[in-house]
């Protein structure tokens, strides 16, 4: 086991601190319209023992608005909410601009003087780019931040709209999703989402039954670059008048989604490295006992056989020319347009295709088809646009054991990548390898480094706040926080980050690394950290 001067681990949490929001994503929010009285034994207490473990933004609503007098109930929950460590923001109307500007500022003006809110919700908000649109809502929005500068302004115009809002602005943050479950798989959000701090982009998804369901769109909210969402089963005529069934799950998820970073693809997927010598894996062609030997990404259970295509399991190998991808299926479908192997080779999920429906967690580089390559050339991400590289060599000889062989120039030499297969059959049900919702598995020509505990090739801040997000704490094996295997996070396990400090190549949008002098100040700040959270 490794040692570490004491003065390094110092150094390492002072860096932490510093950059707690540097290369790691800013945590999920979630974002709820609290439209229900708050009563003793409230859905509003429920916010507050969330509070505790996510961060929660409640839009407060007493009558379409601030209602015309203070109520006491509001005030204690409003007060609650943010002494647990919530936020609430108020309900205005602003009706699409017909709303008048002078209304809207004496609404704002109520909730000055009667609650202490953290911000200002305009729903029923213009999504057109009209001049005079822009205008109406730089007005009001201009208005509330004079009141408070850190105040949060957040338009809800529910559907696609201009970034100029953003861009002006006009506000701080925008709902561009609010409508029922079974249309949000479906949504295209506009490619400019991508080009702001999540926290910027909100989804309200109701009606939405299942908790598997809630659970595959929390993430796929996050691979659409959403940072404040709330999904529920509640439905129509008003979907937010309690917390959904499932609100436990969705605050656990959320909890798991913000410990693990939000690195990109894969948060939590398998990372695997299968280095062989030239000329191990030697013919393209009926043979496969060449592959014995290499290990396997999970098997895919969640089909069970017939004529749909349907991956059962993943091999993928590298020598200092190629790659090498075997895909075992319990369906006979001929190799060609059905079996799509989409890659991101830079490991941004922000770049690439993401699919129409944006159903692909990955942001893809390169697809491979049968026995061609394609690099994305779309406009966006959801725009399809494909340009032809190269041709592979492929078998599939049975058609349920299907082989290629990709030259590793033909895909930029990348240090590795992330991947998700997906079976298009037309008659039948498709398959997601993983499963849609799950994001996709990681390979790296190198192997997982020592230290990084995240798989993203690099040994930096993010693989610090695996271990101090569950610092002191037990842990079951094979919990990336405790990389010394001892049952337990502590000084052992940063030892092991501190160690490969800076190795690797930084993810895209990573932090520098401060200078010394930065990390001197934060010294004594460090030390205090140290003794209220000691190792065992």
Do not use: C
Not at 111 to 139: C, H, K, P, R, T
Request: proline share 7%; no cysteine.
């Amino acid at each position: 086991m490794r040692t570490t001067p004491p003065v390094k681990i110092i150094t390492a949490l002072a860096l932490t601190m510093v950059f707690n929001t540097g290369d790691v994503r800013a945590d999920l929010t979630a974002i709820v319209p609290a439209y229900f009285y708050p009563t003793n034994n409230s859905p509003w207490d429920d916010l507050n023992t969330a509070a505790a473990r996510i961060p929660v933004t409640a839009i407060m609503n007493p009558f379409n608005g601030p209602g015309n007098n203070l109520d006491s109930n509001y005030v204690s929950a409003v007060d609650d909410l943010r002494a647990a460590g919530g936020k609430v923001i108020g309900y205005v109307r602003t009706n699409y601009t017909a709303e008048p500007a002078a209304t809207v500022k004496a609404n704002i003006d109520k909730y000055v003087n009667w609650y202490n809110i953290d911000g200002i919700f305009f729903d029923e908000m213009s999504n057109s780019g009209a001049q005079s649109n822009l205008d109406y809502y730089q007005d009001i929005y201009d208005y509330a931040k004079a009141i408070d500068p850190a105040w949060e302004v957040m338009g809800n115009p529910g559907i696609n709209t201009v970034e100029s809002y953003l861009t002006r602005p006009a506000a701080d943050s925008l709902l561009v999703f609010e409508s029922q479950g079974s249309s949000y798989p479906g949504n295209t959000p506009s490619s400019w989402n991508f080009n702001h701090d999540p926290s910027a982009i909100g989804h309200l998804v109701h009606t939405t039954p299942t908790e598997a369901d809630m659970l595959a769109y929390l993430d796929l909210a996050v691979s659409r670059n959403a940072g404040q969402v709330y999904i529920t089963d509640d439905v129509l005529g008003n979907p937010w008048d309690t917390l959904p069934s499932y609100w436990e799950a969705e605050v656990t998820r959320i909890e798991a989604i913000n410990d693990g970073g939000i690195e990109p693809p894969p948060t939590g997927g398998q990372v695997m490295s299968n280095p062989v010598a030239n000329g191990t894996i030697t013919t393209i062609g009926a043979d496969r006992s060449d592959w014995a030997g290499i290990p396997a990404y999970d098997a895919d259970t969640s089909e069970t056989g017939g004529v749909e295509v349907d991956y059962d399991q993943i091999q993928i190998a590298h020598d200092d020319n190629n790659f090498y991808l075997r895909m075992q299926l319990n369906s006979s479908e001929p190799l060609g347009f059905k079996h799509n192997v989409y890659i991101d080779a830079d490991f941004d999920p922000g770049t690439g295709f993401i699919g129409g429906g944006g159903e692909l967690t990955i942001g893809a580089d390169f697809l491979l088809q049968g026995s061609s390559v394609f690099a994305f050339t779309g406009a966006t991400p959801t725009t399809w646009g494909w340009s032809f590289l190269g041709t592979q060599q492929s078998n599939a000889t049975p058609d349920t054991d299907i082989e290629t062989r990709i030259p590793r120039s033909l895909i930029g030499n990348p240090d590795g990548f992330d991947f998700t297969l997906f079976g298009d059959n037309a008659v039948a049900d498709n398959d997601f390898y993983p499963n849609i919702g799950l994001d996709g598995y990681r390979y790296l020509i190198d192997g997982p480094l020592d230290g990084d505990l995240d798989g993203d090739g690099f040994v930096g801040i993010n693989d610090l706040n695996i271990v101090l997000g569950a610092w002191n704490q037990s842990a079951s094996a094979g919990d990336p926080a405790d990389p010394s295997g001892d049952g337990f996070v502590g000084i052992d396990d940063l030892n092991f980050v501190l160690g490969n400090w800076n190795a690797g190549t930084p993810p895209t949008g990573s932090a520098n690394i401060p200078e010394p002098g930065t990390v001197a100040l934060l010294y004594l700040g460090v030390v205090s950290m140290i003794r209220r959270h000691p190792s065992r």
